[in-house]
T-cell receptor, first 118, second 117 residues
């Protein structure tokens, strides 16, 4: 079974500062995807960033970047230049790569509530 | 692109009635859709995986006769909560899988808040 652990239930950061959210996972799979989703107060789940396990290069999307350590099974999210709109619940998620065309299920962590204050 | 809609966004019903929630992928075809339930301040709990043209696969502990899922087309899946009771009150979220260029991603609908009186 796959498990995803987010050890920080809550975090806060001042606007324009940098914050890192941690995530670890446990799997026996070699090929998989990792994701960070955010869920703002509207409760719409929004994809922030994704990482393919076979890629050594860390994914980046503007102010968001990850530190993917495959051997350590660690997948942290760094948010640079934090903005008030970044306030949300952040979920780390794992997906096995299925053979064929059908997507696999997502395994979510418990989430980290990030608050960005002025 | 990759927009998923859900309807209704919120519904209030009386105990014992049935409620249908629709999930649509608006600009792509989704062979697989997923239904989640989320309690306040908690993570998403997968209820079932819905494949177009076949029966849904339910997670352990989810009653398939209570939560009916129909994936009638590549862009529409429905969840019907039958004989709803107050304990079914929750936030229900669907997602649709998009497979394009080797990049597999799930896109989520905005959710439906169900309140059973």
């Amino acid at each position: 079974a796959q498990t995803v652990t987010q050890s920080q239930p809550e975090m806060s950061v001042q606007e324009a500062e940098t914050v890192t959210l941690s995530c670890t996972y446990d799997t026996s799979e070699n090929n998989y995807y990792l994701f960070w989703y955010k869920q703002p107060p509207s409760r719409q789940m929004i994809l922030v960033i994704r990482q393919e396990a076979y890629k050594q290069q860390n994914a980046t999307e503007n102010r968001f970047s990850v530190n993917f350590q495959k051997a350590a099974k660690s997948f942290s999210l760094k948010i640079s230049d934090s903005q008030l709109g970044d306030t949300a619940m952040y979920f780390c998620a794992f997906m096995k790569i299925n053979r064929g065309s059908t997507l696999g299920r997502l395994y979510f962590g418990r989430g980290t509530q990030l608050t960005v204050w002025p | 692109g990759a927009v998923v809609s859900q309807h209704p966004s919120r519904v209030i019903c009386k105990s014992g009635t049935s409620v249908k929630i629709e999930c649509r992928s608006l600009d792509f075809q989704a062979t697989t859709m997923f239904w989640y339930r989320q309690f306040p301040k908690q993570s998403l709990m997968l209820m079932a995986t819905s494949n177009e043209g076949s029966k849904a696969t339910y997670e352990q502990g989810v009653e398939k006769d209570k939560f009916l899922i129909n994936h009638a087309s590549l862009t529409l899946s429905t969840l019907t909560v039958t004989s709803a009771h107050p304990e079914d009150s929750s936030f229900y979220i669907c997602s649709a899988s998009r497979l394009a260029g080797g990049r597999d991603t799930q896109y989520f609908g905005p959710g439906t808040r169900l309140t059973v009186l």
